[in-house]
């Protein structure tokens, strides 16, 4: 596509920190963020958050004048949008996966430009204006969706991210009392560090740590009124047992049953961008086996696809932020 050049985004591993944690405390809260019943949902939650940060953190660099707006999604109000000049512009992250294909994009990143991009249907984030825009960001990187990957990962000194999601009657009880104290036990001759993510009384975000001994229960007193996660830092040889005496049940968490949510990136490509309307008026509605592309982690059945060559360069979006801004300013 001639006069249209990729931009590449710097990738740190913070980015993928950062953007794990946000997952994690978003199932702690799963009445308001919703769309995460997966783990490939959390790897593709956490992909957008990485080209989300990595977004601001290149504006910021390049002195392009942006804004945080509130998200216009009503299922995620803690959610802030890029703003230029009164107009939203909501990333996407279009994930490279696959090692073949992830050699290929980082030889010749020009012929991403020739493949497609796409949005999950019923994103929550393209409910908004037709003037505002839609940015894709092409993210390469591998996703351990196994154990067996996972191990393979860690034994090349690569960080994990484990996660159990709770059941919906701990995470969205049905009366509001607090679980204490909770009882831990672990059937495993290491030690276990655990990771809890719910609530708190006035229904705040709450998080906080323990260390289990094998064999040897455990209870915190720590009051939680839900727990929608809980995360382990490696992957446990045997059942984690969780008791709530309010609830009266008792979870029993399998080494088959925690998983690794770590997206390790590589490179960020920004492929281009354009408005939500034109967006509308050229994709087309596919199956996501009929769409081919590099994603594994991609939500439900259906994606909305457009020929990459249809975005516009960002450079030239950027120049116009700038003017925009200097005329304000002025």
């Not at 002195?63 to 509130?70: I, L, M, S």
């Not at 590589?266 to 961008?273: D, N, P, Q, T």
């Amino acid at each position: 596509m001639p006069g249209h050049t990729l931009i590449r985004m710097p990738y740190t591993p913070d980015l993928t920190e950062t953007a794990v944690r946000e997952v994690t405390r978003a199932l702690a809260q799963p009445a308001r963020f919703p769309l995460l019943d997966t783990f490939d949902e959390m790897r593709q939650r956490a992909a957008d958050n990485i080209v989300t940060l990595a977004l601001r953190r290149y504006l910021s660099e390049q002195e392009v004048p942006y804004e945080t707006v509130e998200s216009v999604s009503y299922t995620e109000p803690d959610q802030y949008d890029i703003s230029f000049g009164g107009r939203r512009c909501i990333p996407f992250a279009q994930l490279v996966c696959e090692r073949d294909l992830i050699e290929q994009a980082h030889r010749q990143p020009e012929k991403l430009l020739e493949g497609d991009v796409y949005i999950p249907e019923g994103t929550p984030a393209a409910a908004t204006r037709d003037v505002d825009i839609y940015l894709f960001v092409t993210l390469t990187a591998l996703v351990a969706r196994s154990r067996d990957e996972s191990e393979q990962a860690h034994q090349a000194g690569q960080p994990l991210y484990l996660v159990h999601q709770m059941p919906q009657s701990w995470s969205i009880p049905n009366q509001r009392a607090a679980y204490g104290p909770l009882v831990f036990k672990t059937d495993t001759a290491e030690q276990v560090w655990l990771e809890l993510h719910g609530q708190d009384e006035l229904n705040g975000y709450q998080r906080m740590e323990l260390t289990l001994t094998g064999h040897e229960r455990v209870a915190v007193q720590t009051p939680f009124y839900s727990l929608g996660a809980v995360r382990s830092a490696g992957m446990p040889s045997g059942p984690v047992g969780i008791h709530s005496p309010a609830l009266d049940d008792t979870v029993l968490i399998s080494p088959f049953e925690w998983g690794n949510i770590w997206v390790y990136g590589m490179r960020l490509y920004i492929a281009g961008y354009i408005t939500q309307a034109d967006f509308n008026r050229h994709s087309q509605r596919v199956n996501v086996a009929q769409a081919d592309l590099p994603n594994p982690c991609l939500r439900g059945e259906k994606v909305m696809r457009l020929p990459a060559a249809a975005l516009k360069p960002v450079d030239d979006l950027f120049v116009r932020v700038r003017n925009w801004a200097r005329k304000q300013g002025s």
